[in-house]
């Protein structure tokens, strides 16, 4: 079940109210009451042709998810200020969570955390860090490090058949060095 967004891009707080008839304003016993009576109607024990039982249970899940989620205060609360989103987000009011603003901040960290694994599915990143340490020159009092190379490479998938690979690669012996960069589907 797909929930709109208003015209100012705000989530549509409004769909589980309209689905069982009621107002924001309901009490819990206008809540139960318009469950209640919606139930009866769709519940699909009362039907007996295929297509009609199938409508009908569609129906009386989306009514009984309505009233679990009007019925309890907090999911409630939750629903009234961001919608099913905050819902499925994970959000709980309670001793970490009861204050708006923390709601809100909680809500955009749970976004933000989406969105980057989102990134993270589709980018691989792979990187590697090669010393070359001697410790006779260490002995000797010239140091440790006698060299260091470093590559990295990221692969990122732009097309559900194509990808395209960048790497590089740097390395250092004593007083010279080099580096390369590549780039590729």
Same mark, same amino acid.
């Given at each position: 079940?797909? &929930?709109?967004?208003?015209?100012? +891009? /705000?989530?549509?707080?409004?769909?589980?109210?309209?689905?069982?008839? $009621? %107002?924001?304003? /309901? =009490?819990?016993? *206008?809540?139960?009451?318009a469950y209640r009576q919606w139930a009866q109607i769709y519940h699909p024990d009362k039907y007996q042709a295929p297509q009609m039982k199938e409508i009908a249970t569609e129906n009386f899940q989306r009514i009984c998810e309505a009233y679990e989620i009007l019925c309890d205060e907090n999911k409630?609360? $939750?629903?009234?200020?961001?919608?099913? *989103?905050?819902? =499925?987000?994970?959000? *709980?009011?309670?001793?970490?969570?009861?204050?708006?603003?923390?709601?809100?901040?909680?809500?955009?960290?749970?976004?933000? @955390?989406? *969105? @980057?694994?989102?990134?993270? /599915?589709?980018? @691989?990143? %792979?990187?590697?860090?090669?010393?070359?340490?001697?410790?006779?020159? &260490?002995?000797?009092?010239?140091?440790?490090?006698?060299?260091? /190379?470093?590559?990295?490479?990221?692969?990122?998938? $732009?097309?559900?058949?194509?990808?395209? %690979?960048?790497?590089? #690669?740097?390395?250092?012996? +004593? #007083? %010279? +060095?080099?580096?390369?960069?590549?780039?590729?589907?």
């Open positions: 079940m797909k &929930f709109a967004d208003d015209k100012n +891009g /705000a989530p549509n707080n409004r769909e589980l109210y309209a689905l069982l008839h $009621i %107002s924001p304003e /309901a =009490t819990d016993e *206008e809540i139960r009451k409630r609360q $939750i629903y009234d200020i961001y919608g099913m *989103e905050g819902l =499925t987000s994970g959000l *709980e009011l309670g001793p970490k969570l009861n204050k708006v603003e923390e709601i809100k901040e909680e809500l955009e960290r749970l976004r933000r @955390q989406k *969105e @980057q694994e989102k990134v993270l /599915a589709h980018v @691989q990143p %792979s990187g590697s860090i090669l010393a070359n340490l001697s410790l006779p020159q &260490f002995l000797e009092g010239d140091g440790i490090m006698r060299g260091m /190379a470093m590559a990295s490479e990221v692969h990122s998938k $732009i097309s559900k058949h194509n990808a395209i %690979s960048l790497g590089g #690669n740097l390395a250092v012996n +004593g #007083n %010279s +060095g080099g580096g390369a960069a590549s780039g590729g589907p």
